[in-house]
């Protein structure tokens, strides 16, 4: 089945030690996206890609990064990461192109970011 | 900006109960709208969408109807079962800039006791 896959489910990195979230996808979405969801709350869009062009919210921190090699994967790289980073991280797709508006986003299941 | 409000959870439900999650947007233009839904541990599936006024999405025994004249698209199932606690998140899709942005309600936790 064509679907969205994120590793790990559960990660568990030290306070400031850089970590790496990966996401991909057998769908040939040329959007992909990744969101920051804490407990009992509305995913927050961190950034996305279309196609290989970057597109960051005006209010994601610098310690978050991305990085899109090819069409199937996408990273998430978290600098320095800190207590409050702590969280879901989700990563979705979606095709664009067919209309304004009427593409819904595919989720994988997330990774959750654990912080010691 | 646009935005989706909803009913605040948790909703306890007994089964076979029914259910209405209410759910009303602010937007600009003509948005697409959307119903999630996220079990515990997972990520959020999409459960049904509405692209255009009066349209009715419908899938599981949920669905929903884009009433543009009261900004609303609330979601209801007949007869809710025990597998239905989750959380479902009503958002709208914003065109921004070259892509579709999601705007999503604060979600609202459902929880069905046999």
């Known amino acids: 089945d064509a679907m969205v896959i994120q590793n790990p489910r559960y990660q568990v990195t030290q306070f400031g030690k850089p970590v790496t979230l990966s996401c991909s996808q057998t769908?040939?979405?040329?959007?992909m996206y990744w969101y920051q969801q804490k407990s009992s709350q509305a995913p927050k869009l961190l950034f996305h890609?279309?196609?290989?062009?970057?597109?960051n919210e005006a209010d994601t921190p610098d310690n978050f990064q991305s990085r899109r090699p090819n069409t199937s994967f996408c990273f998430l790289d978290i600098r320095s990461p800190g207590l409050g980073d702590a969280a879901m991280y989700l990563c979705?797709?979606?095709?664009?192109?067919?209309?304004?508006?009427?593409?819904?986003?595919?989720f994988g299941d997330g990774t959750r970011l654990s912080i010691l | 900006g646009n935005s989706v409000t909803q009913m605040e959870g948790p909703v306890t439900l007994s089964e076979e109960a029914f259910l209405t999650i209410n759910c009303t947007y602010t937007?600009?233009?003509?948005?697409?709208l959307f119903w999630y839904v996220q079990y515990p541990g997972e990520g959020l599936q999409l459960l049904l969408k509405?692209?255009?006024?009066?349209d009715k999405g419908s899938n599981k025994g949920f669905e929903a109807t884009y009433r543009k004249e009261t900004t609303s698209f609330h979601l209801e199932k007949g007869s809710v079962q025990v597998s239905d606690s989750a959380v479902y998140f009503c958002?709208?899709?914003?065109?921004?800039?070259?892509?579709?942005?999601?705007?999503f309600g604060a979600g609202t936790r459902l929880a069905v006791h046999p």
């Open positions: 979705a797709t979606s095709r664009e192109g067919g209309g304004a508006g009427n593409q819904p986003q595919h």
């Open positions: 769908l040939n979405h040329n959007v």
């Open positions: 890609y279309y196609d290989k062009d970057f597109n």
């Open positions: 937007a600009t233009g003509y948005p697409s």
């Open positions: 509405a692209t255009k006024a009066d």
């Open positions: 958002a709208l899709s914003d065109r921004d800039g070259g892509y579709n942005k999601l705007i």
